[in-house]
């Protein structure tokens, strides 16, 4: 009856994983010996094993604190200086791979302090000694900071936003919405260097497989890769195609560094289909499928999936003869129930068919929508909104989300979950609303997507920022 998942515990397996445990216990042992021998550093008790799949936290920064003067603590709009963000992420980031790269640097450079000084503020960066601690920092808890150093690319730079994203082109005259970054609490977010970042693709696929969201957040990172190629010409669709919202797949090849950015569009994840039911043919959802597009995602070295806002639609909401497994087509089956099960049939597809050892799968958190006074269909609007939100009210969050943290609990492949939920929320004011196309009517409203650049462009930071920690 009930289909064998490939991350449920065979015996085999749990001998398997045991043994893997010992081993890393053995090696580690080992490790931490040669350690205490070969540096000074005393006790290497705080070394890590990172055994959970969900690597959510686990990334920041080693033992390194950085104190704000609470008299001069930042107000929302001090940080507008591109020389002292710019130098403070750097620092930051310098602390990073010395941390990460080398026992030796680490325990060299231990009491290094570094002031800053600003007209606004003072901050001191002081690394204290390195015990491979790693600190962890919720990067979800935080508020957005207007920065004048931002966008990080300009919207005429970059040939890729389709006319849904294209704000600026359809019409919207306000800018500032481009101008937040998001600041963590606890640590800082380094801003995207996109030659870094090529060079961490260099030969490599960077795909994105998922709903229209995950389209917009594709073309944000094609504009923030391009930024740093000096030909554009040598920036190009492998099939010459345009992007439009019609179209489901594209491949852009970077050809200085060897590596492509993909999209494959895909609403569920899993297999969109048809069946009999009494008489007539109707759309359903097979459950237990993966979608057929999956062999595209295959052999892939970064993966971002998501996938929400379909699941909302009326069919998929009502689950009336619509969702399949097998021949079986429910004739009723709850939203909840029915996204169990089809993001369970993605974890087994990601457990099956991906290597972990060459790939680094990411799941992208839902976006909000922030329709006020209607639906999307219904009059719903956010055009009025030029300025985030003071806070978030009464956002639950989504159920959505959570039977994804949980499905991925259980899987054999880390799966680095991108939660861009909450932050976004505070965003109202980064949606196309009435300039999402050149012809405007106010009747409907986008409060969806995005516009670029925007608030995406600070999901690829944090992308970014996971991919530059994950290594080594
Ligand atoms: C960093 O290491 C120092 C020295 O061992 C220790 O006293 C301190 O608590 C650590 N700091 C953090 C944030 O873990
Ligand atoms: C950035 O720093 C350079 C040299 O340190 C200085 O000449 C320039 O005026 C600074 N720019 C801003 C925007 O403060
Ligand atoms: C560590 O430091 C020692 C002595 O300072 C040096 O001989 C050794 O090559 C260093 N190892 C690394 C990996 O840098
Ligand atoms: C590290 O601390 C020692 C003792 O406090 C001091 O003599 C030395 O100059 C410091 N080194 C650096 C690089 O700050
Ligand atoms: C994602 O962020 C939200 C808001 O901070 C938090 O409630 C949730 O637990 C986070 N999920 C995970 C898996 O960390
Ligand atoms: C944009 O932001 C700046 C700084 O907060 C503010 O002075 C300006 O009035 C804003 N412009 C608009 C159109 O809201
Ligand atoms: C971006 O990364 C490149 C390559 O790692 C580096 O040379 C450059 O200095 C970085 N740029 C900034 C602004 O940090
Ligand atoms: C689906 O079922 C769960 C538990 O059985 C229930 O809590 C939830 O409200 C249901 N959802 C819908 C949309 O009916
Ligand atoms: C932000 O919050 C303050 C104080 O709660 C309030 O006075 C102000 O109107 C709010 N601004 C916006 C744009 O909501």
């Not at 260099?202 to 594709?218: H, M």
């Not at 094609?222 to 491949?251: F, H, Q, W």
């Not at 790939?359 to 006020?372: D, M």
Request: charged share 25%.
């Amino acid at each position: 009856m009930e289909r064998q998942r490939s991350f449920s515990f065979k015996p085999t397996r749990l001998l398997l994983f045991t043994f893997t445990l010992f081993s890393s216990i053995f090696f580690l042992s080992s490790f931490t010996i040669w350690l205490t021998k070969s540096t000074t550093t005393p006790s290497p008790n705080t070394v890590s094993v990172n055994l959970q799949p969900l690597t959510v936290h686990s990334l920041t920064t080693h033992n390194f604190t950085l104190q704000k003067l609470p008299s001069l603590i930042d107000n929302r709009l001090s940080r507008s200086q591109n020389n002292v963000s710019g130098s403070k992420s750097e620092a930051i980031e310098n602390n990073h791979v010395g941390a990460a790269s080398s026992v030796n640097s680490t325990v060299m450079h231990g009491n290094r302090t570094k002031v800053e000084v600003s007209k606004s503020k003072v901050l001191i960066f002081k690394k204290v000694e390195v015990k491979k601690i790693v600190k962890e920092c919720d990067l979800t808890k935080g508020y957005w900071v207007f920065d004048e150093s931002y966008p990080i690319y300009a919207r005429d730079s970059c040939p890729f936003i389709d006319e849904g994203f294209d704000c600026e082109g359809n019409g919207r005259l306000d800018r500032n919405f481009t101008k937040w970054r998001w600041q963590p609490k606890d640590c800082d977010l380094p801003r995207f260097n996109a030659t870094k970042m090529l060079e961490f693709i260099r030969g490599k696929r960077l795909v994105f497989v998922g709903d229209s969201i995950n389209r917009n957040q594709w073309e944000s990172m094609l504009c923030m890769l391009l930024s740093a190629v000096k030909d554009p010409k040598r920036v190009y669709e492998a099939r010459g195609r345009t992007i439009t919202k019609e179209r489901g797949n594209y491949c852009f090849r970077f050809l200085d560094y060897q590596c492509t950015v993909e999209y494959y569009v895909s609403h569920f994840l899993v297999h969109e289909s048809k069946a009999r039911v009494g008489q007539k043919r109707r759309p359903t959802l097979r459950i237990d499928a993966i979608d057929h597009g999956s062999s595209r995602w295959r052999g892939a070295d970064i993966l971002v999936f998501n996938t929400a806002h379909w699941w909302s639609h009326h069919k998929t909401k009502a689950g009336i003869y619509y969702y399949q497994e097998g021949t079986l087509v429910h004739p009723r089956l709850n939203v909840s129930t029915a996204f169990s099960k089809a993001m369970m049939t993605w974890a087994s597809w990601v457990d099956k068919h991906i290597n972990s050892k060459k790939t680094q799968v990411f799941f992208r958190s839902s976006a909000p929508s922030h329709f006020r006074g209607g639906n999307w269909n219904s009059g719903g609007h956010c055009t009025e909104a030029t300025y985030p939100l003071n806070e978030t009210l009464n956002t639950m969050y989504p159920e959505k989300n959570i039977i994804i943290e949980e499905t991925v609990k259980q899987m054999k492949t880390p799966v680095t979950w991108l939660n861009i939920t909450s932050l976004s929320e505070f965003r109202i004011d980064g949606h196309p609303s009435i300039y999402g196309r050149k012809t405007q009517s106010s009747r409907i409203q986008d409060c969806s997507h995005w516009c670029l650049p925007g608030v995406p462009d600070v999901w690829n930071e944090l992308l970014f920022f996971h991919l530059q920690n994950r290594r080594g």
